[in-house]
């Protein structure tokens, strides 16, 4: 059983604010860093839970595509494919201001060059799982690849699904698709509501519920935890109550423990109470891929308490 990431693995420069300038203003930065993100962080959160994870995405020549090989290398993780020799791994601006919100600019790189070819001879088998990002599907050349693929897909592997958010931007028919092929689909509220029309994140976990053909849907609230649609049940998974540093990768690092849970054969609740702590305890450190290894978020799971509801 594996992991295999579809998605595209970038570089981050994320710099601290005290908050958002004014549209044509200017703010100084207090503290600046970089380091690998994207897909990046929900493969190093699957895998230091122990799940076998492949990067089976674009990546480039250059600074930044040999640091975000290094980095992957360094969690374990195998990367399919060789160097595009043409260009760089693009990267993505993170503005985190002083309560802690992440606001993206995102300039594409070598990971957005994805063809057919890059996938033809890759064969997931019965008990593999799939990730897919939204963000791919903005991509012309890694969409034509990805709509061509997924449907040769064994109806036995797993696929799960973020559609990332900037869902609206997704072509209709490319949404469709992976909409019809998902086992799961996993969003934040916000992301919810831009694809359902409705703000209540148990409602639009419904709605999204409704329009996949054969999954499940997870709908993330933050601190309060998720919804969880499964089974033609809805059930609120509560979070936990810790002190935010950095809200950046929190996501991420729920979906990769969650599909990490699920690898491990773990009841989809069971995967997603634990998602929801590993997403707690990865927002009290400040950076992108901060999600626990399993040791530390089994301990964290011994003594912690459910955020109030």
């Given at each position: 059983?594996?992991?295999?990431?579809?998605?595209?693995?970038?570089?981050?420069?994320?710099l601290?604010?005290?908050?958002?300038?004014e549209?044509?203003?200017?703010?100084?930065?207090?503290?600046?860093?970089?380091?690998?993100g994207g897909g990046?962080?929900v493969?190093?959160?699957?895998?230091?839970?122990?799940?076998?994870?492949?990067?089976?995405?674009?990546?480039?020549?250059?600074?930044?595509?040999?640091?975000?090989?290094?980095?992957l290398?360094?969690?374990?993780?195998?990367?399919?494919?060789?160097p595009?020799?043409?260009?760089?791994?693009?990267?993505?601006v993170c503005?985190?201001?002083?309560?802690?919100?992440?606001t993206?600019?995102?300039?594409?790189g070598?990971?957005a060059?994805?063809?057919?070819?890059?996938?033809?001879?890759?064969?997931?088998?019965?008990?593999?799982?799939?990730?897919?990002?939204?963000?791919?599907?903005?991509?012309?050349?890694?969409r034509?690849?990805?709509?061509?693929?997924v449907?040769?897909?064994?109806?036995?592997?797993?696929?799960?699904?973020?559609?990332?958010p900037l869902?609206?931007?997704?072509?209709?028919?490319?949404?469709?698709?992976?909409?019809?092929?998902?086992?799961?689909?996993?969003?934040n509220?916000?992301e919810a509501?831009?694809?359902t029309?409705?703000?209540?994140?148990?409602?639009?976990?419904?709605?999204?519920?409704?329009?996949?053909?054969?999954?499940?849907?997870?709908?993330?609230?933050?601190?309060?935890?998720?919804?969880?649609?499964?089974g033609?049940?809805?059930?609120?998974?509560p979070?936990?109550?810790?002190?935010?540093?950095?809200?950046?990768?929190?996501?991420?690092?729920?979906?990769?423990?969650?599909?990490?849970g699920?690898?491990?054969?773990?009841a989809?609740?069971?995967?997603a109470?634990?998602?929801?702590?590993?997403?707690a305890?990865?927002?009290?450190?400040?950076?992108?891929?901060?999600?626990?290894?399993?040791?530390?978020?089994?301990?964290?799971?011994?003594?912690?308490?459910?955020?109030?509801?």
């Amino acid at each position: 059983m594996r992991l295999l990431h579809l998605g595209n693995v970038m570089m981050d420069l994320v710099l601290a604010v005290p908050a958002l300038p004014e549209r044509g203003g200017d703010v100084l930065a207090t503290d600046t860093r970089s380091a690998p993100g994207g897909g990046f962080n929900v493969m190093t959160a699957a895998a230091r839970q122990g799940l076998p994870v492949t990067y089976a995405g674009a990546h480039g020549s250059g600074p930044f595509g040999d640091r975000a090989r290094a980095a992957l290398r360094d969690e374990g993780i195998d990367v399919l494919l060789a160097p595009r020799t043409e260009r760089d791994t693009g990267f993505v601006v993170c503005l985190v201001d002083a309560e802690g919100e992440r606001t993206f600019v995102t300039s594409p790189g070598a990971e957005a060059t994805l063809t057919l070819d890059d996938l033809i001879e890759l064969w997931p088998t019965a008990g593999d799982l799939v990730y897919l990002s939204g963000y791919s599907l903005l991509y012309e050349a890694n969409r034509a690849a990805l709509t061509a693929w997924v449907p040769r897909l064994d109806p036995a592997v797993t696929v799960i699904v973020d559609p990332g958010p900037l869902v609206r931007d997704i072509p209709s028919d490319a949404l469709e698709l992976l909409m019809a092929r998902a086992d799961w689909w996993s969003c934040n509220a916000r992301e919810a509501a831009l694809l359902t029309g409705i703000d209540d994140p148990s409602a639009a976990a419904h709605a999204v519920r409704s329009r996949l053909k054969r999954g499940s849907a997870l709908v993330r609230t933050g601190s309060d935890g998720c919804f969880l649609h499964h089974g033609g049940t809805l059930d609120a998974i509560p979070g936990f109550a810790v002190r935010a540093v950095d809200l950046n990768g929190a996501g991420d690092a729920h979906t990769g423990v969650f599909m990490a849970g699920l690898a491990r054969g773990l009841a989809p609740a069971a995967a997603a109470r634990r998602a929801n702590a590993a997403a707690a305890l990865a927002v009290t450190e400040s950076g992108p891929a901060t999600a626990p290894g399993a040791d530390a978020l089994d301990a964290f799971l011994r003594q912690a308490r459910p955020a109030p509801g």
